[in-house]
């Protein structure tokens, strides 16, 4: 069973579309996040969830917006896509929010490119 | 602000040798500190963390890191490479001054050599 999912695994679409990545996971984690990893590889955080509840927004645009109907899912949309939005996009999960000793569980990743 | 930094790109590795790949913490209070592979495609895996405790920590698939108070590091190590080694390698630190979440840094590609 894989422990946090993510669909679709690749997304290729026209600036200016809107399109949702999913998010699913089967840990029982309360927290999950959102990050981009852009060309160079670098990992900065977008989002997180605590059961439900909005903790971590980054500077990031408006054009995205997360929705978690459940504390097993956090769905990421993004409007209006723009060239600079092509990246990996990585969905993670933690046992609870503040539990310093714990690390994340990683999805696979989502690469979106826009054309 | 905790951050963490890996000074190097790339890091290249005959087969066979011992390997390290460093990484440096700027933290307030005790740090936590995670290392994390990434191989081609795939999503970041768990390899290993500091809390407290024992300086020498040892992780997944042989993998090691020592960590220095003093000189504020956190190298990964393992004693023999594999080829299966190659991936990219991140260092992350927990930032426990703002909402907790994992500070990650730039990565480091190593490379093995067969």
């Known amino acids: 069973d894989t422990a946090v999912s993510q669909t679709p695994k690749y997304l290729v679409t026209q600036m200016g579309n809107d399109k949702s990545i999913k998010c699913e996971q089967n840990?029982?984690?309360?927290?999950m996040y959102w990050y981009k990893q852009d060309s160079k590889k670098f990992l900065k955080i977008m989002f997180s969830y605590n059961n439900k509840e909005l903790i971590i927004n980054e500077t990031v645009p408006n054009r995205f917006s997360p929705k978690s109907p459940d504390k097993a899912h956090l769905n990421l949309h993004i409007n209006s896509l723009e060239l600079g939005d092509s990246a990996v996009y990585f969905c993670?999960?933690?046992?609870?929010?503040?539990?310093?000793?714990?690390?994340?569980?990683f999805g696979s990743g989502t690469r979106l490119t826009v054309v | 602000a905790q951050s963490v930094a890996q000074p190097e790109d790339q890091v290249n590795v005959a087969e066979g040798n011992p390997l390290t790949v460093k990484c440096t913490y700027s933290?307030?209070?005790?740090?936590?500190l995670f290392w994390y592979v990434q191989y081609p495609n795939r999503g970041l895996q768990f390899l290993l963390k500091y809390i407290t405790g024992d300086n020498l920590v040892k992780g997944s698939y042989g993998f090691e890191a020592e960590f220095n108070k003093s000189q504020t590091s956190f190298h990964l190590k393992k004693p023999s490479a594999l080829v299966s080694d190659s991936a990219l390698y991140f260092c992350?630190?927990?930032?426990?001054?703002?909402?907790?979440?994992?500070?990650f840094g730039k990565g480091t590609r190593l490379h093995i050599l067969p």
């Open positions: 840990l029982g984690h309360d927290t």
């Open positions: 992350a630190v927990r930032d426990q001054n703002r909402d907790d979440k994992i500070i």
């Open positions: 993670a999960s933690s046992p609870i929010q503040g539990a310093r000793a714990e690390g994340y569980t």
């Open positions: 933290v307030s209070g005790n740090p936590y």
